[in-house]
């Protein structure tokens, strides 16, 4: 079935490790994203992706890193995870300006 | 820069009454608007999209929302409330681009 899937579902890291959350989708959209909920904020962007090899920050992109070598994935990386990036992350797709975006179920992390 | 406003962070409803969740946007420019739902454990769905074509939008599950421009609002309405309507929902603006912004979200909760 065509989607977008993001894995782990649950992650439990510690302070300082590096972690990273893998988007997958097989719609072929040009445009994936990341974002992040928390309570009291709604989502919010990390970064985003125009096509492969092309990322740009969102709202709050410090302390991620991202990269798009194949236009179906969009990994996000925490280099050194702290405690203020326990979230819940997002991965969306979406394929042409003013159009809606199709997300994922979302990641949990936790960092202790 | 667009904005949206979500007034009531928690609604709650009794079955088979109005439920009424208001957004009010910010933008210089023509918006795309767009209401999502979210049930626990889940990423975000679409419900119903404003593209400029007609000021009020049917969605999915008996939902619907007039975009008003003098009161720059789209308030998310349904008739009658289900059990299963319990979720929350997130508005969001487009204006030309890929990107969406995001409401806080309201928890809309029915009473039995």
């Known amino acids: 079935d065509a989607g977008i899937t993001q894995s782990p579902r649950y992650k439990i890291t510690e302070t300082g490790r590096q972690v990273t959350l893998m988007c997958h989708q097989t719609?072929?959209?040009?445009?994936m994203f990341w974002y992040r909920q928390d309570l009291g904020h709604g989502l919010r962007l990390i970064y985003y992706s125009a096509a492969a090899d092309i990322t740009d920050k969102g709202e709050v992109p410090d302390g991620y890193v991202v990269s798009r070598s194949k236009t179906e994935n969009f990994p996000l990386t925490l280099e050194s995870a702290t405690r203020s990036q326990t979230s819940v992350y997002f991965c969306a797709s979406g394929g042409q300006r003013n159009q809606p975006q199709h997300f994922g179920d979302g990641t949990r992390l936790s960092i202790l | 820069a667009q904005s949206v406003t979500q007034l009531g962070s928690h609604v709650s409803v009794s079955e088979g009454a109005l439920v009424l969740l208001r957004c009010n946007y910010s933008s210089s420019v023509p918006p795309y608007l767009f209401w999502y739902v979210q049930y626990p454990n889940q990423g975000l769905q679409l419900l119903l999209k404003?593209?400029?074509?007609?000021?009020l939008v049917k969605g999915i599950n008996g939902f619907e929302a007039e975009f008003k421009k003098s009161e720059t609002s789209f308030h998310l309405t349904k008739p009658s409330a289900h059990m299963s309507d319990a979720a929350e929902y997130f508005c969001?603006?487009?204006?030309?681009?890929?990107?969406?912004?995001f409401g806080t979200g309201t928890r809309l909760t029915i009473i039995p």
């Open positions: 969001a603006v487009s204006v030309g681009n890929e990107k969406l912004t």
């Open positions: 719609w072929s959209h040009s445009y």
């Open positions: 404003y593209t400029s074509a007609a000021t």
